[in-house]
Structures are given as C-alpha cells and as structure tokens.
C-alpha cells in the first residue's frame, strides 16, 4: 500500500511535492551509490495502487513532478495531466495510465511493464530503455518520441501512432502493430522477431539492419518492416516454401463476373480443378477496375501454372486480360458461351499473343464443358505451358557478320 506522507504529499500540489521530493534527493543518491534502502519517504516514495486519478477532481495535477524513483507499482493515473514530469526509474509495473498526458515527460530506465496506457499521450517523451513489456499501447500516441533501447516485447501497438518516433535498437518481439502509423519512424536494428504486423499507415524514415531472428539464433536482417515476417518464414519453414512451389505448379487464376448465371459454371470449373489436384484461385470481374485491383490480378496471374478467363459478356475482364497478356508467357484459356462473341479487343490480343492464348472454347452448359474438362481445357494448357518453358530455355541464337561475307 501506498506510504501516507507520500499520499499527503501529493495531494497538496505539485509545488510542495518537488520540494519535500528534494529533501530527500541526498539520501536518494547515497541509496543508489552504496545499494542501501533508505529510511526516509520522499527518496523514492511508495505509492503502490495508489488512487491519482482523483488528483483531477482535486484541480491538482502532476506536470513538472519530480516522480524520480517513484514506486507507482499499479497506481491508477487515469487522465492524469503529467506534462514534462519526470519518472527517470520510476516503477510503472501494471500501472493505468489510459488518456494520461505525458507529453515531454522523462522516462529513462522506467518500469513500465504490462502498464494499460490506451489512449495515453506521450509526444516528444523520452523513454530510452525503458521497459514497456506487454503494455497496452492501443492508440496511444508516441509522435516524435524518443524510444531508443527500449523494450516494447509483446506489446499491443493497434492503431498506435508512432510518427517520426526514434525506436532504433528497440526491441520489438512477439508485438502487435495493427493499424498503426509509422511515417517518419525510426526502426533501424530493432529486434522483431514474431511481431505482427498488417496493414501500416506511412513509410518509416528508416528501418534498416530489423533483426529477424531470435536472440539464441544466427543474426539475419532485412531492411523491410512489412516484408520481414514473411522473409524469416521463407528462410525457416519448409511449409511455405513448399506452398511457394505448389503455387507455381498447381495454381489456376479463375477469371470471369460473379453474376447468378455466371458463377455456377465458374464455381464448377473450381470444384473440377480441385478434383484434378489444382489449386483454384477464382477472381471476380464485376467490380470496377482500379489500379490496386488489376496489380492483385497480376500478381495472381505470375504465381499460376495456366489462366482459365470466361469472357461470356465481359465487364472490364477486357482492361484485365490487356493489362495481363502482355507481360506474362503463361497458358490463357479463354471459354465462351455459345451465341456469345468475344470481345472487340480480344482479336488483337490473340494475333498479338497468341503464342500463349489457346483458342477460344465454346461451351453451352457448365455439364458439357466439364465432361471434356481435361482434354479441352487441361492437357492443351499443360502442353502450351510445357512448350513456353522450353521456349525460355532455349540458348540466345546469336549472328556474326562473317555470316554474310
């Protein structure tokens, strides 16, 4: 529990605080120097679950406290005004700090370990090593913030914001970071092995030399926070490079519009491929076409062995099939429905590209074309795709004047 003296103390403004703080400051040095506990309250007074939080409805507050080598262990600080104090080897150990305001405070060496701060505002705060071991930081703010040597290990950063924040050679493991912003951060040599990271807001100034691997492994380093994950998966599991591999052989881009009609011949031609030992990716058309969309479909159409593209009364599958055709030596195979006509474009497309696009395959119900499923549509797209890769292997011919002399 907490000490009285200390309790009083607080309570009666941050002025008479500090002073009686400095009383003690003799003793305190002498503590830490000859590692003794001293007797007197105010070196490191102890307001262990404390109530600080009514300090708000008591018009107090504790900006510009001296709380050095406070022990605050689980005090409640909930929308405390704590602007520039300074809580340089404080113990903040489970403490609740949610909405707080430590803007500019000092945190050097403090103890914050599984501390709630959601929500808490630490904007150009300094809390080099500090240790903030499983906190909460949900939306907490940390813009401009110096966070160097810290430890944030298994911390919930969800929506945190972390613009132009210095976190080099912090430590970063098994941590959260959903949402959050990361413009202008400053990441270089920050352990993260088995952080989480998905969907970042901003590009980080720099995240250079990111420690992938655990402390007891060889070192390896990437130079992209977003990328890493996966790069320490590629390297140790034998899984996703195995689901790598499948991709390129077993992987087939279903293209076409998910209308009622449409969707059940190509939810059948789905359910053929995966009983053929394919992995089926299906695509919709029905959407309108934007840069992000036809970047997903070209990234879907470089990982698969051949394309099966429903051109029965297209929407924007025309852009689609240009935008992909072009760049990629993979099988196309175009179906139709009978009485349907191909597009306008898809003409050029085929005397342009044709080396890889089959010839269209007329169809009039899902049953006829599934029965001649893996002559008409496999075993040609297997073969194209057999014959492009020798193509590709094939030794430059080269010519020399000699030639023709």
Known sequence: ??????????????????????????????????????????????????????????NCDLTDCDLQGANLY?????????ERADLTGANLEGAILEFANLGRARMIRTNLVGANLHTAFLQHAVLSNANLA??????????????????????????ANLQYADLRGSDLQS????????????LSGCSIYGLSVWRLRGTPADQSDLVITPHDEPKVTVDNLEVAQFVYLLLNSSKIRDVIGTIGEKGVLILGRFTEERKAVLDAIRRKLRELNFVPMMFDFERPTDRDFTETIKTLAGMSRFIIADITN??????????????????FVP????????????????????????????????????SVFENAVVRPALEMAQQLRAEKAETLRVRHVRDYM
């Not at 003296?5 to 040095?29: P, T, Y």
């Not at 297209?314 to 099988?331: G, K, N, V």
């Not at 191909?342 to 089959?358: C, E, N, S, T, V």
């Open 335 to 370: 179906i139709i429905q009978e009485n349907e006509e191909p597009f306008a474009m898809f003409r050029d497309l085929k005397q342009k590209y044709g080396k890889w696009i089959l010839d269209v395959l007329k169809y009039d119900s899902a049953d006829s074309l599934l």
């Open 314 to 331: 297209p929407s924007s599958s025309p852009l689609e099939l240009q935008a992909t055709m072009p760049d990629y030596m993979i099988p």
């Open 134 to 159: 499983t906190a909460t930081l949900v939306e907490t703010h940390f813009e401009s913030a110096v966070m160097r040597q810290s430890s944030l290990y298994a911390t919930n950063l969800i929506q």
């Open 74 to 82: 689980r005090a409640n600080l909930t929308s405390a005004s704590m």
């Open 1 to 58: 529990m907490a000490d009285e003296k200390a309790l009083e103390m607080i309570k009666a403004g941050v002025d008479a605080w500090n002073s009686w703080r400095q009383q003690g400051q003799g003793q305190a040095r002498l503590a830490q120097r000859w590692k003794f506990t001293p007797t007197s309250p105010n070196a490191f007074p102890d307001l262990r679950s404390a109530n600080l939080a009514e300090l708000a409805l008591l």
């Open 175 to 186: 941590a959260t970071m959903v949402d959050s912003i990361v413009d202008g951060a400053r």
